[in-house]
Each structure stands twice: as structure tokens, then as C-alpha cells.
């Protein structure tokens, strides 16, 4: 839900339409960077490439892919524990919570969404 939260959210704050945010797999790069030419320095500083690359690659083992399955498989509560369980290193856990950040304009609670 962050993920599509924040593509949404880019699609409305820099006029991107909703088919150019779902690229094909192997236009996930290119796209990041044009998204980043537009990224004002703020949105810069949340949005780096790692973190634009998570939002919208939905290749197999990739974070979206995980959420998608866990969002389709699992009863509504499960989703974030299995999400964050199952596919978040440390590093991802830093960009997914600047993600949530850019999304919602606060800190995501790890804590309480896992208790």
C-alpha cells in the first residue's frame, strides 16, 4: 500500500500519468531517472534511486512483488508483518521508511505495525 501510496502521490506532484509509473521490467531504470530529473530537492532527498527502483520494480523477489503477494494471499492484518518479515534487510527498512515519509509526510512505527 506505501508503494502505491507514493507512485500515486508522484503521479499527482509531477504530473506523470499512471501507465508511465507501471513500466515494463526492464524499463524500470529509465524510468527512475526521469523521475529523479523532476524530483524537487526535498522529495530528492527521500526518493533516491534504490528507493524509486522499490517502488516500482515488480520483478520476482522484488519488495512490490512480495507486498502484492502478501496483499493477495493474506488476511489484511498479516500483510505487514509478512512484508516486513519476510523481504526487508535493514537497508530496505531505512528506504521504505523514507517512502512512507514521502507518502505521508511522517514517520512510519515499525514497532506498533509488527506488535
Do not use: W
Amino acid at each position: 500500500m506505501v508503494l502505491d501510496d507514493t507512485r500515486n502521490k508522484i503521479a499527482h506532484d509531477y504530473s506523470f500519468t499512471f501507465d508511465e509509473l507501471r513500466p515494463r521490467r526492464s524499463d524500470v531504470g529509465p524510468l527512475v531517472q526521469r523521475i529523479r530529473s523532476k524530483l524537487n530537492a526535498e522529495d530528492s532527498s527521500l526518493l533516491s534511486n534504490d528507493a524509486l527502483t522499490m517502488i516500482f520494480d515488480s520483478s520476482d523477489n522484488s519488495v512490490r512483488d512480495g507486498g502484492n503477494k502478501a496483499a493477495h494471499e493474506a488476511p489484511l492484518s498479516d500483510c505487514i508483518d509478512s512484508v516486513l518479515e519476510a523481504t526487508l534487510t535493514e537497508a530496505r527498512r531505512v528506504l521504505l521508511g523514507k517512502i512512507y515519509y514521502f507518502a505521508h509526510g511522517k514517520e512510519p512505527d515499525f514497532e506498533t505495525a509488527t506488535a
